[in-house]
C-alpha cells in the first residue's frame, strides 16, 4: 500500500499512520514534510520532482525495509526514490532484504548519513549520489554501477560489500574493518583524515583493489 503526503506539515501529522506507518510513503508535489521523530517501519521513500523532505533533528532516523514501485508511479521497484529536494540532515537506514535499485539525490539537496544493515540487501545506483554524512556499510551492499559516489564525510565498511565501477568516487576517508570492498576500475579520491590521522585504515575485511587508482589529496595522513 502507498501513503502519501497529505499536505506540508511534520511527518506524524501529514503521513497517514504518522511515525509508525507500515507503508510506502510519497511525498507529493508541492509538499514539505518535516520527519519529526524517527520512522522506523517505513516501507521505501518517494520524494517527487517537487516536494521536499527535511528533519527537525539530526538524530531522525528514517527506515526502509522493502522495495516498491510506489503503486506505478515509477517504473520498476526502488527502496529509496529522491527526485526532489532534500533538507539538511535528513538520515536514512536501510533495512530490505531485497536486491533493488536507489536514487539517492533529486534536485537540490543531500542525505546526510546513509545506513544499509541487512545483509541480503544489494542496491544498485541508478544516478550520480553525494552523501553530506557518512556511509556506513554494516551488511549488505551497494554497487555504485559506474555512477559517481561522493561521501563528505567517512565511508566506513565493518561488513557487506562496497562494489566501485569505473567512475570516480569521493570519500573523506575510508575505515575498513570486515566485509568486502571491489575497487574494480575506479578512481577514489580520498580528502580529509580521520581523528587518528588516517585516510585509509583497513584493520580487517577484503579490498579488491583490481586496476582501480587511490589518491591521497590531504598530506600528512596514513595509510594503512
Sequence with gaps: ????????????????????????????????????????N???????????LNTDDVANILTVDTETNFGGLIGSDYSIYIAGTLGANVNITVAAP???????????????????????????????????GNLTITAGGIV????????TGQCLVNGGTLTLGSSTV???????????????????????????????????GTWNYNTSTVVCKENGKHIK
Design 1 to 40: 500500500m502507498t501513503t502519501t503526503s497529505s499536505g506540508s506539515g511534520d511527518w506524524s501529522v501529514r503521513i497517514s499512520g504518522g511515525l509508525a506507518v507500515d507503508d510506502d510513503v510519497v511525498i507529493a508535489d508541492g509538499h514539505t514534510v518535516t520527519l519529526d521523530g524517527n520512522a522506523p
Design 42 to 52: 517505513c516501507h521505501a521513500i518517494y520524494v517527487h520532482a517537487n516536494g521536499t
Design 98 to 132: 531485497v536486491l533493488t535499485s536507489l536514487k539517492l539525490n533529486g534536485s537540490s539537496g543531500n542525505l546526510n548519513n546513509v545506513v544499509l544493515n541487512n545483509g541480503s540487501f544489494t542496491g544498485y545506483m541508478e544516478a550520480a549520489a553525494t552523501i553530506a
Design 144 to 151: 555504485t554501477n559506474n555512477n559517481a559516489l561522493t561521501v
Design 170 to 204: 569521493d570519500f573523506g576517508n575510508v575505515e575498513h574493518s570486515s566485509g568486502t570492498i571491489n575497487g574494480n576500475t575506479a578512481t577514489i579520491d580520498l580528502n580529509n583524515g580521520d581523528a587518528s590521522g588516517y585516510i585509509w585504515e583497513q584493520t580487517g
